[in-house]
């Protein structure tokens, strides 16, 4: 049973452009989180997605920053026109159940978005 | 607001010490914390999870306790080995508990020498 897969795991984009993250969850997982990381700083929650809804994107930057789960394929989390701030490790993590205080959620990897 | 602190951010112990890693939160109304461990370049695995009407959980070598009250956690690891050797990350679920939103502190970044 693979995990939760993240790609690319390094990315690297000039300051305008925009870059998107997949994340494919674990098998039979339906709820996906997204984690940034930013240099010297622990990870922030940033968006929690069910299949085609977003439930909670109280971390999500108000601008160039969105995020979807469709019914079919991965997870995207999309930043239009990056800029050096936003130079940072993405996790996506999955769950099988609605979260809950017993149940934990899995990680990805990660992906390096690194912004020049 | 809840803050997550852990103590120390950088730790180093010969092989064979036990140790114990510190986390304190500033808001009780937590519904569980748990302790990740974080490899370089690479992805969070949970240790041990504490639901908020548990005071503690073990796994092989590793004890988590929770006092809720006090604001406090701690991961204790006994007869450390090189291979514990990563970032130890303390998170908190706070608020609603059906967003799964984990608060984090910044680490405490381990290293056990042969």
């Known amino acids: 049973n693979a995990g939760v897969m993240q790609n690319p795991r390094h990315l690297v984009r000039r300051r305008g452009q925009e870059a998107r993250l997949r994340c494919s969850p674990m098998k039979g997982h339906s709820h996906v989180y997204w984690y940034r990381q930013l240099p010297e700083e622990g990870l922030k929650f940033m968006v929690y997605?069910?299949?085609?809804?977003?439930?909670?994107e109280s971390g999500m930057p108000k601008e160039r920053f969105s995020a979807e789960f469709p019914k079919e394929g991965p997870s995207i989390l999309r930043i239009q026109q990056v800029v050096r701030g936003d130079s940072a490790a993405y996790f996506c993590a999955s769950s099988p159940f609605p979260p809950s205080p017993g149940n934990t959620i899995y990680f990805g990897e990660g992906s390096w978005l690194t912004v020049v | 607001k809840q803050e997550v602190t852990q103590i120390p951010a950088a730790l180093s112990v010969p092989e064979g010490e036990n140790l114990v890693l510190n986390c304190s939160f500033t808001d009780s109304a937590i519904y569980n914390l748990q302790w990740f461990r974080q490899d370089p370049g690479k992805g969070l695995t949970s240790l041990l999870l504490?639901?908020?009407?548990?005071r503690e959980q073990t796994s092989g070598r590793l004890n988590a306790s929770l006092d809720k009250s006090s604001g406090r956690s701690t991961l204790y690891i006994a007869a450390s080995q090189p291979g514990d050797s990563a970032t130890y990350l303390c998170?908190?679920?706070?608020?609603?508990?059906?967003?799964?939103?984990?608060?984090f502190g910044q680490g405490t970044t381990l290293q056990v020498k042969p």
């Open positions: 504490i639901q908020s009407s548990q």
């Open positions: 997605l069910q299949k085609e809804n977003i439930i909670d």
């Open positions: 998170a908190v679920g706070h608020g609603s508990s059906n967003t799964g939103k984990l608060i």
